[in-house]
Every structure is written in C-alpha cells, then in structure tokens.
C-alpha cells in the first residue's frame, strides 16, 4: 500500500533518526569549575615562568648605521651621490656571546605588507616558466618592462627593492683583523628553496642563455643569473639572499636573516674582544623615514627573544587562578542545598 501525505517523507524510525541515541551533557558544578581553574592557571603560570626566564637568557646586541644621527662613521654614506660607499661599526664584547650567533639586518617604517607591494611579483617567473619572461603579469607594473620595453625577470617590486647592503665582519686581535666567516647557506624557508621557487632549464649549457631577451629589476646591478655565479644551488631565484627578501614581513619594523656564525674557531660563539662590521652602504631609507640596523643574536629552545609569550602565559595563568578565588569566595558565601523545600 502506498503512502500518501506528510508520512511518505516521514524518516525511518531508529534511534538515528529520531534523536534517541544516548547522551552525555556535563554539569558544571563549582568541584569541577574551581579546581579546573586552578590546574589551568597553574599551569599556564608555570609555563610562562618558563618561558620569559629563557628569552631573558638569549642575547641581543643591535645597532643603527643609519647614518642620520652624524655621529656614525655611515653617515658620509647617506649622500646619494656617492657611490660604493663602505663604513664601519665597531663592538666590544666582555664575555663569550654563547653561539650560535645569527646576524640579522633590520629595516624601520618599510611597509611590505602594503597590498599593492606584496602582490607585485609574478609567480609564474619565480617557477621558472620561460614563457612568462617575455611577458611579465600585469600585478608586476611599473617593473613590468625596463625603459627600453624590455621585459623584467624578476619583474615587481619586491624584487626591484631587494636589499643590497652587504657586511663583513671582523675579530681586531693585536691590531690585526681576523675575518668572521658568515654562513650564508640555508637561511631561507625550506618550502620557498624547494617548492616555491625554482630556476629555468639550461638553454644551449648556460643559465644566462635561460634568460635571453630579458633585463634585470632596475636597482639591480646585475641580473638574477649573476647573484652567485660561484654556486649554481645558490644562483638565480634560488638565492638565499633573494629569497629571504622575497617573503614580504608582517610589519613595518622587521628584521631578515643575513647569515649565521657556526664554524672554526666561532662555533661556540663570538669571544670576548673587539670587533668590526664593515659595511658595504647602497640601500636607502631616508627617503620615506626608514632607519637600518644589524642584529647578532643565539636563539634557545622557544627560538629568538620573545617576552611578550611569557608575559601572555602569565596573565592568562594569573586571571584563572584569581578567577577561581573569586568563585570559591563567592561559592563559599552564596551556595544553596540541594534541598528545594522552604
């Protein structure tokens, strides 16, 4: 017999369908609510304890060469009419800097996270796709195409605004300076070294034919075939140096791994003594109000020197504990019987 009506589209009855499947609502009561509070807030001040004891251990040192202040040896740099300008920041260290040491560059007011910067670049250059040479993506405009309509690779801003300071650094020993080496190997993301990015094939045995018919971003001094011409895993869109510039930071005060200092005689760390940067001084920032600095700094266990976690464990861990005062104060004072009757 066939059903007709609001019963044919009535579902099976099983315990499924009907909402009868067996049920578990927990009751939060004040033995529950109290000591979980507790436990939590415990925990979280444990933790944070932890965590800002740590990050007070790791060592920072910085310092500006900018060069605006006059009082820097950078400062004769800040002339834009002089070209290939070196100066020099020197440092004295009282105790060993436990490594290893990572030096950083750091920029001031530079704004990668401005959509219109962060979007111009072409990521079908940066995979290598030669058909995307000759014609650069729109995104990448005005470093589309150089003066002459020749076409740009890397084509966008990012790349035209890669950071060109570079920086040696020097033990003074008896008057003489030892070189520090910096180990520039390794620093980028792995994801953006082996899946990100990659390099052209070879055309006719050579990487700059790869690149015919193109020009290079224009602050650059050379094109991208030439950024290591000793390391071919580290030319082109593989280098480090242009991939760590290429992944846009967060804020506008940021700070980018130049290289790390782990080997000979530094593998432990920077000795006590005197020490000078030399600075190669190409890239400016006085025009829209930035400063530069350069970073060392070791890392721990929890990575570079971050209070503000710690702080946040322990306020959270502090609010729980005090929270579950209040309620067994207040549980204390205002709790009912079970009994209902008057």
Same mark, same amino acid.
């Given at each position: 017999?066939?059903?007709?009506?609001?019963?044919?589209?009535?579902?099976?009855?099983? =315990?499924?369908?009907?909402?009868?499947?067996?049920a578990w609502q927990p009751i939060l009561s004040a033995g529950i609510v109290i000591p979980g509070f507790t436990i939590i807030g415990l925990a979280f001040i444990g933790i944070g304890v932890a965590l800002f004891v740590t990050s007070q251990n790791i060592k920072v040192l910085e310092t500006d060469y900018t060069g605006s202040?006059?009082?820097?040896?950078? $400062?004769?740099?800040?002339?834009?009419?002089?070209?290939?300008?070196?100066?020099?920041?020197?440092?004295?260290?009282?105790?060993?800097?436990?490594?290893?040491?990572?030096?950083?560059?750091? *920029?001031?007011?530079?704004?990668?996270?401005?959509?219109?910067?962060? +979007?111009?670049?072409?990521?079908?250059?940066?995979?290598?796709?030669?058909?995307?040479?000759?014609?650069? %993506?729109?995104?990448? $405009? @005005?470093?589309?195409?150089?003066?002459?309509?020749?076409?740009?690779?890397?084509?966008?801003?990012?790349?035209? #605004?890669?950071?060109?300071?570079?920086?040696?650094?020097?033990?003074?020993?008896?008057?003489?300076?030892?070189?520090?080496?910096?180990?520039?190997?390794?620093?980028? !993301? !792995?994801?953006?070294?082996?899946?990100?990015? #990659?390099?052209?094939?070879? +055309?006719?045995?050579?990487? %700059?034919? =790869?690149?015919?018919?193109?020009?290079? @971003?224009?602050?650059?001094?050379?094109? +991208?075939?030439?950024?290591?011409?000793?390391?071919?895993?580290?030319?082109?869109?593989?280098?480090?140096?242009? *991939?760590? !510039?290429?992944?846009?930071?967060?804020?506008?005060?940021?700070?980018?791994?130049?290289?790390?200092?782990?080997?000979?005689?530094?593998?432990?760390?920077?000795? =006590?003594?005197?020490? #000078? *940067?030399?600075?190669?001084?190409?890239?400016?920032?006085?025009?829209?109000?930035?400063?530069?600095?350069?970073?060392?700094?070791?890392?721990?266990?929890?990575?570079?020197?971050?209070?503000?976690?710690?702080?946040?464990?322990? +306020?959270?861990?502090?609010?729980?504990?005090?929270?579950?005062?209040?309620?067994?104060?207040?549980?204390?004072?205002?709790?009912?019987?079970?009994?209902?009757?008057?």
């Amino acid at each position: 017999m066939k059903t007709e009506g609001s019963m044919a589209n009535r579902p099976d009855n099983t =315990a499924f369908t009907q909402q009868r499947l067996p049920a578990w609502q927990p009751i939060l009561s004040a033995g529950i609510v109290i000591p979980g509070f507790t436990i939590i807030g415990l925990a979280f001040i444990g933790i944070g304890v932890a965590l800002f004891v740590t990050s007070q251990n790791i060592k920072v040192l910085e310092t500006d060469y900018t060069g605006s202040t006059g009082n820097s040896s950078c $400062s004769q740099c800040i002339n834009p009419s002089i070209k290939d300008c070196v100066c020099e920041v020197q440092f004295s260290l009282t105790e060993l800097f436990q490594g290893p040491v990572f030096f950083y560059y750091g *920029l001031t007011n530079y704004y990668q996270n401005y959509r219109s910067y962060s +979007v111009s670049q072409d990521p079908n250059q940066l995979v290598g796709d030669k058909q995307y040479f000759q014609s650069p %993506a729109s995104t990448c $405009s @005005p470093y589309q195409y150089n003066s002459s309509s020749t076409p740009i690779v890397p084509c966008g801003s990012i790349a035209n #605004s890669k950071f060109n300071d570079s920086f040696e650094l020097f033990q003074i020993v008896n008057g003489e300076k030892t070189p520090v080496p910096f180990d520039r190997k390794g620093i980028a !993301w !792995w994801t953006d070294y082996n899946v990100k990015y #990659s390099n052209p094939a070879f +055309v006719n045995g050579s990487f %700059a034919n =790869a690149f015919a018919g193109t020009s290079q @971003p224009i602050n650059w001094p050379k094109p +991208v075939y030439q950024l290591d011409t000793s390391d071919q895993a580290n030319n082109g869109f593989l280098n480090q140096d242009f *991939l760590v !510039w290429m992944r846009c930071a967060a804020f506008p005060d940021f700070r980018k791994l130049y290289g790390r200092i782990t080997g000979g005689d530094y593998a432990s760390g920077l000795p =006590a003594g005197n020490y #000078s *940067l030399e600075i190669k001084y190409n890239y400016p920032v006085l025009s829209f109000g930035g400063t530069k600095k350069v970073v060392f700094s070791n890392v721990s266990w929890m990575g570079g020197k971050n209070q503000f976690l710690g702080i946040a464990y322990l +306020v959270i861990g502090s609010l729980c504990v005090v929270m579950a005062v209040v309620m067994l104060i207040v549980y204390a004072k205002y709790k009912f019987s079970d009994d209902d009757s008057a």
